[in-house]
Structures are given as structure tokens and as C-alpha cells.
């Protein structure tokens, strides 16, 4: 009933800089929290930052200062801009949102995006 859909992904150097983007559609009442959560190969899913209605945010202890978590509410999108980035920030990075969506009623929802693959290769 949501769809988010990501972009941004990509080939970077070490060092580089990528900017993700995720949108989300549907019969979206309200939005509370939306992040972004990584996964590299052979590990666990890690939430890398998240941000909350009124603006507060939180970011894993390995990404802080270097990446930094937007949303435009107005358009229903979060952004996540990925500086200085590393060998160790290769993963497929997810978006996750979470509010409440018109129906019958209003109903709590979570949403996953589909993935975007970030690589940091030299």
C-alpha cells in the first residue's frame, strides 16, 4: 500500500561522495520516522541514520560526520548524503519509513525499499 523507490546507488572511489534518495507513494496520512539501513555480504542488517518528525536524527557511531539524513516532507522523500566514504560502507542500502496510511481508518505501516547497491572501490 506504500512503494518506496530508491536511487542514488553507484561505483565510487574511496573518498567519493554519493547522495541516496527514497520516495515514497500511496495513501500515506503521515509519515514519523524515516531512515536508511545497510547490509553488507555476510552480515546482518545495521541501521546507518534515521530521522523523526520535528527533525531529530540518529546515526550509527561509523557514519557520524560523514554522512548526514534529509527529508522533504512535502514530498514524502528522505535523502541521505554519503561523504568521505569508505572501503567499509560497500553494502546494499535500504530505506525504511514508518507512519500511518488511509484506509477504513488510519493504520500504522512499515515500509521497505527494494535496495540500492553502494560500492567503494579503488
Known amino acids: 500500500q506504500v512503494q518506496l523507490v530508491e536511487s542514488g546507488g553507484g561505483l565510487v572511489q574511496p573518498g567519493g561522495s554519493l547522495r541516496l534518495s527514497c520516495a515514497a507513494s500511496?495513501?500515506?496520512?503521515?509519515?514519523?520516522?524515516m531512515g536508511w539501513y545497510r547490509q553488507a555480504p555476510g552480515k546482518q542488517r545495521e541501521l546507518v541514520a534515521d530521522?523523526?518528525?520535528?527533525?531529530?536524527?540518529n546515526y550509527a557511531d561509523s557514519v557520524k560526520g560523514r554522512f548526514t539524513i534529509s527529508r522533504d516532507n512535502a514530498k514524502n522523500t528522505v535523502y541521505l548524503q554519503m561523504d568521505s566514504l569508505k572501503l567499509e560502507d560497500t553494502a546494499v542500502y535500504y530505506c525504511n519509513i514508518g507512519g500511518r496510511i488511509m484506509g477504513s481508518g488510519y493504520f500504522p505501516f512499515t515500509s521497505w525499499g527494494p535496495g540500492t547497491q553502494v560500492t567503494v572501490s579503488s
Open positions: 530521522i523523526r518528525n520535528g527533525g531529530n536524527t
Open positions: 500511496g495513501r500515506i496520512f503521515s509519515i514519523n520516522v
